[in-house]
């Protein structure tokens, strides 16, 4: 089933994890993907993943971008633009997660956390809107998390940041709706990516982990985090973002959704 053929896609993050489980599968339905992330040995993953796979080269385009600077953004996206021909789909998965007390909490670490995943996402979204809006059709699906509206122990900043990006999204929901823009949130939640595999090197010493006793998914799990939590594989994200970015989601606009096998049911 090819939802996308004929639709251009900027995916950022799609070194590793979620991202790069979601440009794979819009590549595999069609798509004409770029594939962007900081980490360059992240991107020649992903096109090795490709080509493993036996998917189109042709259609695969990496791009080293740094969504924190505003100057990269900016060519980052034009490039992307001008190597698609427009834009029809843009997927913000990059993101950082870092846990500490919150007393303990430096201005620095907050300042990172929330200059990467919430000044990022609308670093990107603000560059791409242009073309996205230029279609009549485009797509923004933007990442929050379950810790947006569910307590996460020693990570109030991310927390604050997706809750931030959740707001964002509905805002440009609203104001672009009336040209065709839809903009939609995912909340994964007990899914197996570098993000989850570092987070438990990021926690206190003191960690009182019985604050985790709630943060469990409900449904069987395939693989575990590095840290021998339970765990859905990023694919799982990824199908639910092919849904909401292809003509499956036309009715589907300013909301989030939650994919965290019934952790927070």
């Not at 953004?73 to 992307?80: D, I």
């Amino acid at each position: 089933m090819n939802r996308f053929d004929n639709r251009r896609i900027l995916v950022t993050g799609a070194g590793s994890g979620i991202g790069q489980a979601t440009a794979l599968r819009l590549l595999a339905e069609g798509g004409h993907v770029v594939a962007a992330d900081v980490v360059p040995e992240g991107l020649a993953a992903t096109r090795a993943q490709a080509a493993e796979a036996g998917l189109d080269a042709a259609r695969l385009h990496t791009l080293v971008l740094d969504i924190a600077s505003e100057p990269g953004v900016a060519a980052g996206v034009a490039e992307a633009v001008e190597v698609l021909g427009g834009l029809d789909v843009l997927v913000n998965a990059a993101g950082i997660l870092r846990a500490a007390h919150t007393h303990q909490t430096s201005l620095d670490l907050w300042n990172r956390i929330v200059t990467v995943n919430l000044t990022g996402t609308f670093l990107v979204t603000r560059e791409a809107l242009p073309a996205l809006l230029a279609t009549g059709r485009g797509v923004v699906v933007n990442f929050s998390s379950t810790s947006a509206a569910f307590a996460h122990p020693y990570m109030a900043a991310y927390a604050a940041s997706k809750g931030g990006v959740q707001a964002f999204t509905h805002a440009l929901a609203l104001e672009y709706g009336k040209q065709g823009l839809r903009a939609v949130n995912v909340a994964p939640g007990s899914i197996k990516s570098g993000i989850t595999d570092a987070t438990g090197g990021y926690l206190p010493e003191d960690t009182d982990w019985s604050l985790f006793a709630k943060l469990s998914p409900i449904l069987d799990t395939s693989v575990e985090s590095a840290s021998g939590a339970p765990m859905a594989g990023p694919e799982t994200v990824a199908g639910v973002i092919a849904m909401l970015a292809s003509d499956d989601g036309a009715f589907i606009t300013g909301t989030e959704i939650r994919i965290d096998g019934g952790t927070h049911a």
